[in-house]
């Protein structure tokens, strides 16, 4: 396929891990941190970790939306998708993440409930076009990349004059969970040297978001493509800025990514969505302006505002460590009951429910390799 | 004086629908297998129309299987549900290295199923089983209520005879053995998912569904000491090895480059974010062999239509934990994990 | 996160759409995102939509830095 496979040659691979090898200082360590979920799943699914020095080391980010959704929001979907008339639509990725005891939205469809699986958000639009005796709600989920879809549906449903369809809106912000896994109190602090930034996320908002984490908070960063080829370039980047003491934005994937982004999916984004006050993330905590919800303009597409939805907050399972590794304090194998109780079947904590999460993507992929745990200490 | 003969108009293959009267077993229903599967699949088990068939046992171990197919769509890209019904259960039999000879097909249609669709179904069931050399000597039919089936679900069951030195098992792979594979992966899975809705896409790619009792026969005259042989149906490859390496107590190593997948496939597993070797095969055939079989093995199954692209792609070794690992492209190694249910395809 | 892939536009359609090809698959997906898009153009591909143009240039330019890989010996 063209412009993936050019970006996946095993040999330029392997040249490339020669070169990180020989520009990584043996005397000191780089931990590097991956934000997106989808890089974690290209490091995990090529192996590439195996292809770095042992003084390169990589730290899953918390970049996987799926994972950072709070139980509380599973369960709002689970409820809505139980009513008798409602057509619950949403991305694959939902259907097996458990919220309260064990319940999916897949286990639901066996008990009656009508759950469709959708690939893009014009498919739900659809179905309450085909249905207008049902109402269909859209269990919107994703960062700034998945935003833009359902704003385009929102505007769409009300040109369309669309009585029956509605938005579950639990869309998150990047550039607020950098800064939440970076603004704690030093005790807590992560040591992280520099970050492969946001690709995708990039597209729609532009690279100069992530400015600010080099020019206010210290840190190199690349914003890196998707392909193993643009992971390893950027891990070069990342330890060339290290060696040289720069703390620099770079754009690696500069064949999608543009530093003012895509102005038309920003404006309708800002058309159709305001910020929350706060959010609750899984594993992070409650983060001030990360997440968003439907202008007051839009309130007859709001799931919330007309089902007067409350959102419960359900602790996660106390032997859960996720809090820890989402901020890439921890490595999943570091927790105790990863590879034991918690697994992609039975999963306890975010970490594990998505593909891309850590603990997930490490379980899928790579829990074979007997890596020793390392400490948090900074390098010299 | 002799009675007059009866009128009984003869079924509407074009325009009728199936009833409920066709599976009460009544007139209804003995007009329905004789207009229809008697007359399609031409036998002279059938042609006796008795509850049941009888045959001669052959020589050997005789092999029994059973299959369900609930596909849906009906029809899709490369086959039906009628052509997998007839290749499901005759690879089943095949992969026990068994000569197939003869299926039953039993038939639960929803009431108001056109005929037309039923036919088609039935001639390419027959088809396929002429083409395999397998006869349909018995079956069943029954009707449910509208709204309470898919269309259409079959079942068929086979016998088959085995040759007496065949002695496969899925706990016989063993450190050193090599793992060969007939061809490309995902074909099957893939088509099928262009054709849901919601996710429709345009390929050309065909489902793979095809009968591998010849391939396996050819196998077993140039191996007769092959180990493991098995179709990687739903699950796909990656769940034939892990149950193998679980089985046999062992580890396996495959190659990624190794591994055949068409491009069509590979794209629809990008967008979709899928990975091919999770996905369904209806055409393939995974085998295990001591090493020095391997080369003729697969020099002797590429002269095979069905198995010209078969490649060895790993080998079985020593492993406490039974982990499938695969070398990537880069040389990079990653787990091939044994999943519990189908993958979903993802957004993130 | 957010599986995006680069995909050739075949077709303009109404509404917005657009029939793109992706290595041999072909599906129809939304332009609501972007502007003045033509036939021939690449694009990537997000649940059904396409985010941004992809700069053929760009790429080139991308792939030139990793072919600058030397191995230093």
Known sequence: MKYLEAFRDGDLARRLAVVIAAEADARRRYRLMEFCGGHTHTLARYGLERLLPDNVEMIHGPGCPVCVLPTGCIEAALDLARRPGVIL????????????????????RA?????????????ALNIAQEHPEHEVVFFAIGFETTTPPTAVVVKEARRLGLKNFMVLCNHVLTPAAMEGILDVPAAEAVHVDGFIGPGHVSTVIGSHPFERFASNYGYPVVITGFEPLDILQAIRQLIRQLNEGRAELENEYSRVVSREGNLKAQALMAEVFE??????????????????????????????????????????????????VLRGAKRPEQCKVFATVCTPDNPLGSCMVSSEGACAAHYSYGRFVNTAPTSNVPSP | ??????????????????????????????????????????????????????????????????????VSPLFFPGGDIGSLAVHGTVNDIAMAGARPLYLSASFIIEEGFPLADLRRIVDSMAEAARATGVAIVTGDTKVVERGKGDGVFINTTGVGSVPPEVNLGADRARPGD????????????????????????????????????????????????????????????AAVLNEWAHQSGVGMLIRERAI????????????????????????????????????????????????????????????????????????????????????????? | MCLAIPAL?????????????????????????????????????????????????????????????????
């Open chain 2, 178 to 237: 090599k793992i060969i594979l007939s061809g490309s992966i995902g074909d099957h899975g893939v088509a099928i998912l262009s054709r849901r809705e919601h996710l429709q896409f345009e390929t050309e790619l065909r489902s793979d569904s095809a009968a591998l009792h010849e391939l396996v026969a050819i196998m077993i005259a140039a191996a007769p000491d092959l180990h493991c042989l098995r179709d990687p149906t739903r699950g796909g490859l």
């Open chain 1, 275 to 324: 910020l929350r006050d706060e959010f609750e993330w899984r594993g992070l905590g409650i983060l001030p302006h990360s997440a968003l919800k439907l202008r007051a303009a839009f309130a007859e597409y709001d799931a919330e505002a007309r089902f007067a939805i409350t959102q419960e907050a359900i602790p996660d399972h106390k032997a859960c460590e996720c809090a820890a």
């Open chain 1, 111 to 123: 008990a009656g409930a009508d759950v469709r699986m959708i690939y893009s958000t014009l498919d």
């Open chain 2, 1 to 70: 004086m002799k009675r007059p003969k009866e009128f009984f108009p003869p079924l509407d293959l074009v325009r009728g629908r199936v009833e409920l009267s066709h599976g009460s077993g009544g007139r209804a229903t003995a007009q329905l297998i004789e207009e229809l599967f008697v007359a399609v699949f031409d036998n002279d088990w059938l042609r006796a129309m008795n509850d049941q068939a009888a045959f001669e046992p052959p020589p050997g171990r005789l092999v029994l299987t059973t299959d369900s197919f609930v």
């Open chain 1, 89 to 108: 639509c949403s991305y694959g990725d939902m259907l097996r993440v458990p919220g309260k005891n064990g319940a999916t939205l897949m286990k639901s």
């Open chain 2, 260 to 348: 055949p997948v068409r491009p069509a496939v590979s794209a629809a597993c990008e967008f979709l974010g899928l990975d091919p070797l999770y996905i369904a095969n209806e055409g393939k055939l995974v085998a295990v062999c001591p090493p020095q079989c391997a080369n003729d093995l697969v020099a002797v199954m590429r002269r095979h239509p069905l198995g010209k692209d078969a490649a060895v792609i790993g080998e079985v070794r020593a492993d406490e934990h039974r982990f499938v690992e695969m070398e990537t492209a880069f040389g990079g190694k990653r787990l091939v994990d044994w999943l519990s249910s189908d993958p979903l395809p993802r957004i993130c």
């Open chain 3, 9 to 73: 536009i075949t077709e303009l359609r109404e509404g917005e759409l657009a029939r793109v090809d992706m290595g041999g698959v072909s599906k129809e997906i939304s332009l609501a995102l972007l502007n003045d898009c033509e036939v021939g153009e690449w694009v990537i591909v997000h649940v059904g939509y396409a985010l941004r143009k992809l700069d053929p240039m760009e790429s080139e330019k991308t792939l030139l830095l990793f072919a600058t890989a030397a191995p230093s010996l």
